[in-house]
Antibody
Framework: QVQLVQSGAEVKKPGASVKVSCKASGYTFTSYDINWVRQATGQGLEWMGWMNPNSGNTGYAQKFQGRVTMTRNTSISTAYMELSSLRSEDTAVYYC????????????WGQGTLVTVSS | SYELTQPPSVSVSPGQTARITCSGDALPKQYAYWYQQKPGQAPVLVIYKDSERPSGIPERFSGSSSGTTVTLTISGVQAEDEADYYCQSADSSGTMGVFGGGTKLTVL
């Protein structure tokens, strides 16, 4: 069965960077995009960007341009999202989600990774 | 930046029909998608491409589109349908995703 398993919770200081992983199984990793979505406590979903694991091509929401980097390691079917220059407003649950590439339906989601930014 | 607008809350009694709207200028060009999210859980896709229902999603969930507004309809609402619902789409170029602000569905 399709699964996306994310890395564990992180606590970071303002100004630091965080790298969250998303390990895919149960399907061909390079056949679907990986999107990243975050959710602050009590708030809505916020799309951050997408990555094509086959080509490595990426597209980032304007809000995160210059601060976010999405990469992958196809040999271990794992996608990564790195967010730099962290501030308290970046405290949120970060999700990876599988997308078809030709559309925007996110049919499988990771369990979420809580990133806390605090001094 | 492009935005999708949803009502913050909708309330219905069990067995009634709930309708949740989502408005956006690019919706005539881009498909809409709907997700259900319960507390402490990841979102679940309930409607894709405006009106298609993934396997395993009950038939009481349906979607429709008219101009710049899409609607998620839940017929015969059950207590288990109480959740937050988010619409999702893309900007007019189709390269940037966006979520609506979410609608809390309360089953009275």
């Amino acid at each position: 069965q399709v699964q996306l398993v994310q890395s564990g919770a992180e606590v970071k200081k303002p100004g630091a960077s965080v790298k969250v992983s998303c390990k895919a199984s149960g399907y061909t990793f390079t056949s679907y995009d990986i999107n990243w979505v975050r959710q602050a406590t009590g708030q809505g979903l916020e799309w951050m960007g997408w990555m094509n694991p086959n080509s490595g091509n990426t597209g980032y929401a304007q809000k995160f341009q210059g601060r976010v980097t999405m990469t992958r390691n196809t040999s271990i079917s794992t996608a990564y999202m790195e967010l730099s220059s962290l501030r308290s407003e970046d405290t949120a649950v970060y999700y990876c989600a599988r997308g078809p590439g030709s559309g925007w339906e996110f049919d499988y989601w990771g369990q979420g990774t809580l990133v806390t930014v605090s001094s | 930046s492009y935005e999708l607008t949803q009502p913050p809350s909708v309330s219905v009694s069990p067995g009634q029909t709930a309708r949740i709207t989502c408005s956006g200028d690019a919706l005539p060009k881009q498909y809409a998608y709907w997700y259900q999210q319960k507390p402490g859980q990841a979102p679940v896709l309930v409607i894709y491409k405006d009106s298609e229902r993934p396997s395993g999603i009950p038939e009481r969930f349906s979607g429709s589109s008219s101009g710049t507004t899409v609607t998620l309809t839940i017929s015969g609402v059950q207590a288990e349908d109480e959740a937050d619902y988010y619409c999702q789409s893309a900007d007019s170029s189709g390269t940037m995703g966006v979520f609506g602000g979410g609608t809390k569905l309360t089953v009275l």
